[in-house]
């Protein structure tokens, strides 16, 4: 406290007062420049707002009409003719079928094999690493073991409901 007092009372006062005055002008002039600006902005945002709101539709229908052209070109690729279950060793697949129906499936066997369809006593010889389509008419309903015979291993259950 004793040695801000003398510099405050030596040179204090008098630069106070004469920025004070200065500052008076200022803020008059920068409180002027600050209305006219705020009453320009204001009056440039309500003629801004129009085109932005018009502009954003008309940049959005043109890209999606672009996107629609692939999309159906790439369509017909996947609607290829579907493949039968594949059975093969190390799993039970699961057949479902309703009589009257035809029961087809395929069979792969890395070593040469004879797949033995229980019930309806279908064998078909699989040649090792070969994959053999078996296709047979629905006509008795239960269900049935399918296995490979030189294994004795179930690989397929099969399941004919009455249609
Ligand atoms: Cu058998």
Known sequence: MPLSVPLGCGTGPYILTRMSAAQRLGFLAIAV?????????????????????????????????????????????????????????????????????????????????????????VTEAVPAGETVDVSFPADITGIFEIELHGTGEQIAQLRVDPG
């Open 33 to 121: 420049l600050i209305a006219v600006v705020a009453a320009i902005l204001l009056i440039g945002d309500e003629d801004a707002g129009d085109p932005e709101s018009t502009g954003a539709p008309a940049t959005a229908t043109p890209s999606a009409t672009a996107t629609a052209g692939p999309e159906e070109a790439f369509e017909p690729q996947p609607t290829a003719t579907p493949q039968p279950p594949l059975i093969r060793s190390g799993r039970v697949t699961r057949l479902r079928f309703e009589e009257g129906d035809t029961i087809r499936f395929r069979v792969r066997s890395d070593a040469a094999e004879e797949i033995h369809v229980h019930g309806y006593d």
